[in-house]
């Protein structure tokens, strides 16, 4: 059986006081099915091949 891959448009390390205390990384996937408003990566909506698949 073959392992189940994520579509990641990129990940950010280092985030500094950006979400709360102390470092933390953003990890962006691609295909989110929630549309939000105001969404913080609209990247992640297209079908535009900027991602690469991982396994875990």
């Known amino acids: ?3 189940p ?3 990641v448009i ?3 390390r280092h985030r500094l006081a950006t979400d709360g ?3 933390t990384t953003l990890v ?3 295909g989110c099915p ?3 408003r105001y969404c913080l990566n609209p990247q992640s909506l297209g ?3 900027r991602f690469k698949e991982y396994t875990p």
């Open 1 to 3: 059986m073959e392992p």
């Open 5 to 7: 891959r994520a579509k």
């Open 10 to 12: 990129g990940v950010a």
């Open 21 to 23: 205390d102390g470092v």
């Open 28 to 30: 962006a996937f691609h």
């Open 34 to 36: 929630l549309h939000c």
């Open 47 to 49: 079908d535009g091949g």
